[in-house]
């Protein structure tokens, strides 16, 4: 039933030529790529055997993300726009953004080709001095170093933002008094909602990011600070232009990749966990 609703909401599903993982709900079996063990170690080494099947995932992973990017450069302007606008209002529409007190985002890069989050950011933050007590805690990505880290960072203007070597607007981590920014891992309460961008996206939870590692790093971080504190997880939520969304077991996965708990496209919300089921109902 599940399956069917979710279904009836996808449009498009775009099917790429590449080699096909076995389809595997993300859910029910997250590690759907399981290991290799050999049979004796005088066979072949356990460690050589899994460096071979992660190479083999994250080359698959490599030529996923190239197959996506030509595909988002077809993109007509226009065509973003509708999609970005439809995405915008799905999400500023919903109940589940409307009750969210405290989220982390991502500041879109257009030149990324990222689903835009300029009206979803600017509905967070304040806009006259004295609103303050109607808007969201923002958290947002700054990125430290080569390493996977990457911090969350609470800001309350997109004037705290300056552009990094990537051509990404970050944070800087003091802001204009010399004060540090709050780091959301070391914030005294949980943010309930994480707006994600990715490469590509399935109908199982499958995420395929940019290949930094940084989102994947930082999610597994902050569930585990969730649970240390008893808090209740955040909802997981990616955004994706249609032809992001692949087929089920076309994004391959390892061990490292957290699923997300929906996803929201043009034709709207794709509710995955059962976490989503119930906060998106
Ligand atoms: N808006 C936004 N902010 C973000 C991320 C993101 O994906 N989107 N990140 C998520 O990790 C982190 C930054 N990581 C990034 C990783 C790669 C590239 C990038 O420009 N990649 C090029 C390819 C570069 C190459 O192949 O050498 C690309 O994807 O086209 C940008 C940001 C933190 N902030
Ligand atoms: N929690 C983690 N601990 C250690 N290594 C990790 C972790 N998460 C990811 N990595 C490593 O980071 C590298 C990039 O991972 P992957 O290709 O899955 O990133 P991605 O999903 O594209 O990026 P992101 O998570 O930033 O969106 C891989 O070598 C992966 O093993």
């Given at each position: 039933?599940?399956?069917?609703?979710?279904?009836?909401?996808?449009?498009?599903?775009?099917?790429?030529?590449?080699?096909?993982?076995?389809?595997?709900?993300?859910?029910?079996?997250?590690?759907?790529?399981?290991?290799?063990?050999?049979?004796?170690?005088?066979?072949?080494?356990?460690?050589?055997?899994?460096?071979?099947?992660?190479?083999?995932?994250?080359?698959?992973?490599?030529?996923?993300?190239?197959?996506?990017?030509?595909?988002?450069?077809?993109?007509?302007?226009?065509?973003?726009?509708?999609?970005?606008?439809?995405?915008?209002?799905?999400?500023?529409?919903?109940?589940?953004?409307?009750?969210?007190?405290?989220?982390c985002?991502y500041i879109?890069?257009?030149?990324?080709?990222?689903?835009?989050?300029?009206?979803?950011?600017?509905?967070?933050?304040?806009?006259?001095?004295?609103?303050?007590?109607?808007?969201?805690?923002?958290y947002v990505p700054r990125v430290e170093d080569k390493n996977r880290n990457m911090r969350m960072l609470k800001i309350?203007?997109?004037?705290d933002l300056v552009k990094n070597s990537m051509?990404i607007l970050e944070p800087s981590p003091v802001?204009?008094?010399?004060?540090d920014r709050e780091d959301v891992l070391t914030?005294?309460?949980?943010?309930?909602?994480?707006?994600?961008?990715?490469?590509?996206?399935?109908?199982?939870?499958?995420?395929?990011g940019r290949?930094g590692g940084y989102y994947d790093t930082f999610l597994l971080k902050y569930?585990?600070?969730?649970?240390?504190?008893?808090?209740?997880?955040?909802?997981?939520?990616?955004?994706?232009?249609?032809?992001?969304?692949?087929?089920?077991?076309?994004?391959?996965?390892?061990?490292?990749?957290?699923?997300?708990?929906?996803?929201?496209?043009?034709?709207?919300?794709?509710?995955?966990?059962?976490?989503?089921?119930?906060?998106?109902?």
């Open positions: 039933m599940i399956k069917n609703a979710v279904a009836s909401l996808m449009v498009r599903l775009h099917h790429l030529p590449l080699p096909r993982a076995p389809p595997a709900s993300t859910y029910r079996h997250h590690h759907a790529l399981r290991l290799p063990r050999p049979a004796s170690a005088s066979v072949r080494p356990a460690a050589a055997m899994s460096t071979t099947a992660e190479q083999a995932v994250a080359d698959q992973k490599r030529a996923l993300r190239t197959e996506v990017r030509r595909a988002l450069k077809a993109l007509s302007p226009d065509q973003r726009a509708s999609e970005d606008l439809a995405i915008q209002t799905t999400i500023l529409n919903s109940s589940w953004f409307k009750a969210s007190k405290r989220l985002a879109s890069c257009y030149q990324l080709r990222e689903v835009d989050t300029s009206k979803i950011l600017a509905e967070c933050l304040p806009s006259n001095p004295g609103q303050e007590e109607l808007t969201k805690d923002l309350t203007t997109m004037d051509n802001d204009a008094s010399g004060n914030a005294s309460s949980p943010v309930d909602l994480f707006l994600l961008p990715g490469q590509a996206f399935d109908r199982t939870g499958r995420r395929l290949g569930q585990e600070l969730t649970k240390e504190k008893e808090w209740k997880q955040p909802l997981l939520v990616a955004l994706s232009y249609s032809a992001q969304i692949m087929e089920e077991g076309v994004i391959p996965v390892n061990s490292t990749d957290v699923p997300i708990d929906a996803l929201v496209s043009s034709s709207g919300v794709i509710p995955i966990s059962p976490a989503a089921l119930e906060r998106m109902k």
